[in-house]
């Protein structure tokens, strides 16, 4: 009887369509044990101290000790040993673990395999420690060097660590502990009166280690707001979250969750976490925290005047925000950057966690999913529909229908009788597929897979070492223990062409409800008390579990091309490092404006914070879009580094053609926009990779003093050189755009001129979002309309050249293979493009090692802001002259709205490879 309910509850669970957010499945603060404790937690309830300070292996050494030693008890806490790690370019690595010379009961769990290895040798060996005691403080505190500009502080009594500036009235950046909230709770013995298990709904946690949560304050110092910490629904400037004011007093909760139908605006957990927060303030100066911990964590955003009655005094007079950090298991990891320039914090975290994938350019262009393409006929139809109606796509999307049984890898061997030649005609085209790859194992004897993954013992195991068995899509499944590295590589090994029968080198994959996603567990996830390799709890590694998986899917993808190919993976969970297997994308949203609107505050977010190549489910996931809002997400979806429509089954067919013929042709228009764009894309792919600065940017991170732009997210630049002002209310004809900064700025559609610094009240047209480029910049575009990416490789440039004030721009432009590896070893162009005396010259910016050539040529120039008059261009070293013409901007499918002229260069005959000079006479 039970499990025939439970059958019929998933029936429901699996086939709502209009259904929502069920709040009471998951746990709230209060509801958590530990983060009610550590919320409940008085400043200056912290009663350790610094002693023994030394500087050992180049950082320094000391131990956290009780002020006041109590001698007849026995549970008193234990020694802890903290290390501070200074890294070049203004880091600092903080660690707090139990003495491993004291013997806890267990060595607590330290995330290996997210800090990249070049990190290390960025390590500054600190040679000396000086001493300074601060006002009126009992004892000294220690002072190292951290860079020119800073240095860290570890303050003895009360302890406190913090970075500040080294000159000038010596203003703090980041601190930790300032409020007194650092708690730590050892691991103990049981003893018969402790009762450790904790039930939540009909799920009981046996927690075997007891309570060992962590928790501390961070104080973010000159700061106006602060950004970062995603997965969450919610505006990109944090709100508080506690304190004054704050209504309802939730943290912001991280821990990897698949939640149905989730809402648009709340702190609780998604798919992913990354536990680092950036601030951001007046003075135009950024900084970051970043906590590397895999355990369940909470994090308050605390309003100004929360710690009124503390009697604390507070360390500084500076603006500040405080927070609250609160994690479950784990050890303290944390990492303070300095910034000061907003590209600097994102660049200083990328030095730890890596930066993105430079992906295949296939993957930049259009992907088009449902829940799900029926069979090969259904496939072969809305391929040919896109021919048909001349809109570029590159990826075609499988979902889990299309397997047997949801089994992976393998087919319905009638739905998809002929995977192979499917993928083959997709490929004559330039196109890709891409299929689904869950991590839940159809529990079925006859599977080969789950045959062995059962011999091997790969399983992650219940908590009373049993292979664990939880409910998935295929009904009762296990899960493969990702933490393991053998296991990755036994995994990885399942994508070569002979194991996964049917794949073929134009297949890439979809890992999904890899948080991981159990649909009968408590909060429809695993267990905590799950096992994993070296007897290592669910609860310590749960936020990292969907990155190993990915991990070892885009790694088994590069090997079964002998590390050929660059792979492609998108995956749904997210942790730090994610940035270096792959895309994401933010789940299961919903066809509605406010999904739309979330949607950007929801990329910045995973931008910022190093995973630029992400998206939302154009159109909504649940529910059917009305035309118009469908067309909005397509014309905003254009601009998100990841562009894919994507729909569940419940919902009417949406593909572009299926509106009436204007919406098509509005779609369309979004589409080419993207195509066109495709090379400024791939060049801010490529910046992305070598530096960690996104794509996608919030205004402040091209204009770091200008307030007005420090919560606006509902604009967005690409790169530094286009801003994007999406539409998300219905029936929008106008909007109100503001520009940033002192340069004009032009729109994309008409060359239109606006002044910068200034709100302007625009049209806003069914045909397109207001999208401008900003005076002073270059962007490469290539305008021929194309089936698929790879159609383009041959096609000429166009250089759009934004004039600034003084008459001048410039940009940049990437090119190589767009798939394989080759450019690691320097086969790629890398052109700067300089406008300045009426003369453009192009430059390589590409390493003297740097060896791919192109006969691709640059056939159009176009020169916004540039005067009409002259006739004509001589473009050197050819000697050759070029005719130039006033005419009207062009963009897209779409005639331009209105008749500005731009002066265009055409047919200059230059190499997109080659240094030239192209001089307007
Ligand atoms: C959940 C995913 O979020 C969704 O995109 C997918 O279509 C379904 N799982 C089915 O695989």
């Given at each position: 009887m039970r499990s025939l309910l439970f059958v019929l509850s998933l029936i429901c669970f699996c086939s709502q369509s209009v259904l929502s957010w069920k709040k009471e499945e998951f746990r709230s603060c209060e509801q958590t044990p530990f983060c009610k404790r550590a919320r409940s937690r008085t400043p200056g309830a912290c009663s350790l101290i610094v002693g023994d300070v030394s500087i050992t292996d180049g950082d320094l050494v000391a131990k956290l000790l009780p002020?006041?030693?109590?001698?007849?008890?026995?549970d008193q806490i234990k020694p802890l040993i903290l290390s501070l790690s200074v890294y070049t370019d203004g880091i600092v690595r903080l660690r707090i673990d139990e003495d491993h010379s004291l013997n806890p009961p267990k060595k607590r769990f330290r995330v290996p395999d997210?800090?990249?290895?070049?990190?290390?040798?960025?390590?500054?060996?600190?040679?000396k420690v000086a001493t300074e005691t601060i006002s009126g403080d009992i004892s000294p505190s220690s002072v190292v060097y951290v860079s020119d500009g800073y240095e860290a502080v570890v303050r003895h009594e009360p302890f406190e660590v913090f970075v500040r500036e080294?000159?000038?009235?010596?203003r703090r950046v980041v601190s930790l502990n300032s409020h007194g909230l650092f708690d730590f709770e050892q691991l103990g013995k049981k003893t018969?009166?402790?009762?450790w298990e904790e039930k939540f709904r009909t799920h009981t946690d046996s927690?075997?280690?007891?309570p060992q949560s962590i928790s501390f304050d961070v104080s973010f110092y000159d700061s106006s707001f602060l950004y970062g910490i995603?997965?969450?629904?919610?505006?990109?400037?944090l709100k508080p979250?506690?304190?004054?004011?704050?209504?309802?007093?939730e943290p912001y909760r991280l821990f990897n969750l698949d939640v149905f139908?989730?809402?648009?605006?709340?702190?609780f957990g998604l798919y992913g976490s990354i536990p680092f927060m950036v601030s951001h303030g007046k003075s135009g100066k950024t900084s970051g925290f970043f906590w590397l911990n895999a355990a369940e964590m909470q994090i308050d955003v605390l309003a100004n005047?929360?710690?009124?009655?503390?009697?604390i005094t507070l360390p500084?007079?500076?603006?500040r925000i405080d927070t609250l950090w609160m994690s479950?298991?784990?050890?303290?990891?944390t990492f303070f950057f300095v910034g000061p320039e907003p590209k600097d914090v994102v660049k200083q975290y990328a030095s730890v966690t890596g930066t993105s994938a430079m992906p295949q350019?296939?993957?930049t262009g259009y992907h088009q999913c449902r829940?799900?393409?029926?069979?090969e006929e259904d496939v072969a139809q809305v391929d040919s529909k896109f021919d048909e109606h001349d809109i570029p796509y590159d990826v075609l999307w499988l979902d889990i229908e299309h397997t047997d049984g949801k089994r992976?890898?393998?087919?319905d061997n009638v739905l998809f009788p002929h995977p192979e030649e499917m993928q083959n005609k997709l490929a004559a085209k330039g196109r890709r597929m891409v299929t689904i790859v869950d991590p839940h194992i159809k529990?079925?004897?006859?599977?080969f897979l789950h045959k062995e993954a059962t011999q091997m013992g790969y399983y992650v195991k219940d908590s009373s070492g049993k292979d664990f068995d939880g409910w998935c899509w295929p009904g009762s499944s296990s899960y493969i223990d990702m933490l393991s590295p053998e296991i990755r590589e036994w995994w990885g090994g399942r994508f070569s062409y002979k194991n996964y029968?049917?794949?073929?080198?134009s297949l890439y994959i979809w890992n999904d409800m890899?948080?991981?996603?159990?649909?009968?567990?408590?909060e429809v996830t695993m267990p905590r008390d799950a096992l994993h390799v070296?007897?290592?709890?669910?609860?310590?590694?749960h936020n990292a579990y969907g990155y190993y998986f990915h991990m070892a899917t885009s790694d088994g993808l590069v090997m079964r091309e002998e590390g050929k190919d660059r792979p492609f993976v998108l995956s749904r969970a997210i942790f730090p490092g994610t940035q270096r297997y792959g895309a994401i994308w933010t789940g299961?949203?919903?066809?509605?404006w406010e999904h739309l609107r979330v949607s950007i505050p929801m990329v910045l977010t995973l931008g910022l914070t190093g995973i630029t190549f992400s998206g939302a489910d154009i159109g909504g996931f649940f529910g059917n879009p009305e035309p118009e809002l469908l067309v909005r997400w397509y014309q905003v979806g254009a601009y998100y580094p990841f562009f894919r429509g994507h729909a569940h089954h419940d919902t009417k067919r949406r593909e572009p053609?299926?509106?009436?013929e204007r919406n098509t042709e509005l779609m369309r228009d979004a589409i080419h926009t993207r195509y066109t764009l495709l090379p400024y894309f791939y060049t801010l792919f490529r910046e992305a990779n070598v530096t960690?600065?996104?794509v996608l940017r919030p205004l402040w991170m091209e204009f770091?003093?200008?307030?007005?732009?420090?919560?606006?997210?509902e604009a967005f630049m690409v790169g530094n050189g286009l801003l994007v002002q999406g539409v998300y209310t219905?029936?929008?004809?106008h909007a109100s755009v503001y520009l940033p900064g002192k340069e004009s700025w032009y729109?994309?559609?008409?060359g239109k001129t606006y002044v910068g610094g200034k709100t302007h009240k625009m049209d806003a047209p069914e045909e397109s979002i207001p999208a401008f480029q900003r005076a002073g910049t270059i962007i490469p575009r290539k305008d021929r309309f194309r089936r698929?990416?790879?159609?383009?490789?041959n096609d000429p440039y166009t250089l759009v050249v934004a004039l600034n004030g003084t008459r001048e721009a410039e940009g940049e432009l990437y090119i190589d293979d767009?798939?394989?590896?080759e450019f690691k070893r320097g086969s790629y162009i890398h052109r700067r493009f300089v406008f300045s005396n009426g003369i453009l010259t192009s430059t390589n910016l590409a390493s003297p090692q740097a060896s791919l050539s192109s006969e691709?040529?640059?056939?159009r120039i176009i020169l916004l802001g540039h005067a009409s008059g002259p006739k004509s261009a001589l473009v050197e070293p050819s000697n050759q002259k070029a005719e130039v013409e006033m005419g009207p901007l062009r963009m897209?499918?779409?005639?331009?709205?209105?008749?500005?002229k731009v002066l265009t260069i055409r047919?200059?005959?230059?190499?997109?490879?080659q240094d030239w000079t192209v001089k307007i006479l």
């Open positions: 002020k006041t030693p109590d001698q007849s008890d026995g997210v800090v990249v290895s070049e990190f290390d040798e960025k390590k500054i060996w600190l040679q080294k000159s000038g009235d010596r018969d009166g402790d009762n927690r075997p280690s007891g995603p997965e969450h629904a919610t505006s990109f400037a979250t506690k304190g004054p004011g704050v209504e309802e007093s139908e989730y809402d648009h605006e709340s702190p005047g929360w710690d009124a009655e503390s009697g500084a007079s500076q603006s479950e298991a784990g050890i303290v990891d350019l296939f993957a829940w799900n393409y029926k069979d992976y890898f393998t087919w529990r079925d004897d006859s599977y029968v049917g794949s073929t080198p890899n948080e991981p996603s159990v649909f009968n567990g408590p070296g007897g290592v709890e669910h609860r310590e590694v299961d949203n919903t066809a509605e053609w299926l509106f009436g960690g600065v996104p770091p003093q200008d307030e007005a732009t420090f919560s606006n997210d219905k029936g929008t004809t729109d994309l559609r008409n698929s990416s790879s159609q383009m490789d767009g798939k394989s590896f691709c040529l640059i056939d897209g499918g779409l005639a331009a709205s209105s008749g500005t047919k200059p005959g230059v190499r997109v490879d």
